[in-house]
């Protein structure tokens, strides 16, 4: 299986890298897993609605170009479904065993995903009702597909 994360903009917090670095190493004996980092649109001070609308549709412009067609998609936003890590790892289970070979996971900037990207998705996910930085949701992504591989391996993993 081969787990895709798209996201906007680049990661130059160290201690970010690092923590992404290590549950994508502890992910390899499980998956592949390959990070895309397509660069953020430039915001200007106090945009308009049409300007954050632009923005949005240039993001998902970028982001839809790395999505395949027999990926399944998932969108991280915050008025997605909630799930528990044992309901991730069951839904994880169910994508493999009905034959997707990639699923793909997408983070947007920080407006959010555009309307075509959030249509092209296969399922919407939140992980809270609360916004955090899209740098530390890839943190938080990659941790809860490496406890989702290590429930649906029967393996333990700490609480």
């Known amino acids: 299986m081969k787990i895709k994360i798209v996201c906007v903009g680049k990661l130059k917090e160290k ?3 690092d923590a992404i ?9 499980f998956c592949t897993v390959q990070i895309i980092e ?3 649109e430039k915001i200007p001070d106090n945009p308009s609605l049409a300007e ?3 923005v949005l549709e240039l993001e998902g412009e ?36 009905s034959g997707k070979s990639t699923i793909c996971f997408v983070i947007g900037g920080s407006l959010g995903l555009s309307k075509g990207v959030k ?7 939140s992980f809270s009702k609360m ?25 333990k993993y700490h609480k």
């Open 52 to 54: 954050e609308e632009k």
């Open 62 to 97: 970028k982001i839809l170009k790395n999505i395949s067609p027999s990926d399944y998609v998932f969108s991280l936003c915050v008025e997605g479904k909630a799930l528990t890590s044992e309901e991730f790892a069951q839904k994880l289970s169910d994508i493999a065993l």
């Open 21 to 29: 670095d290590e549950y994508t190493k502890r992910l390899s004996r």
């Open 119 to 125: 249509a092209r998705s296969d399922f919407r996910l």
């Open 15 to 17: 201690y970010l890298k």
């Open 131 to 155: 916004t955090f930085p899209h740098q530390l949701m890839r943190v938080f992504l990659t941790e809860q597909i490496y406890r989702a591989f290590k429930i649906n391996a029967n393996e």
């Open 38 to 40: 397509l660069s953020d």
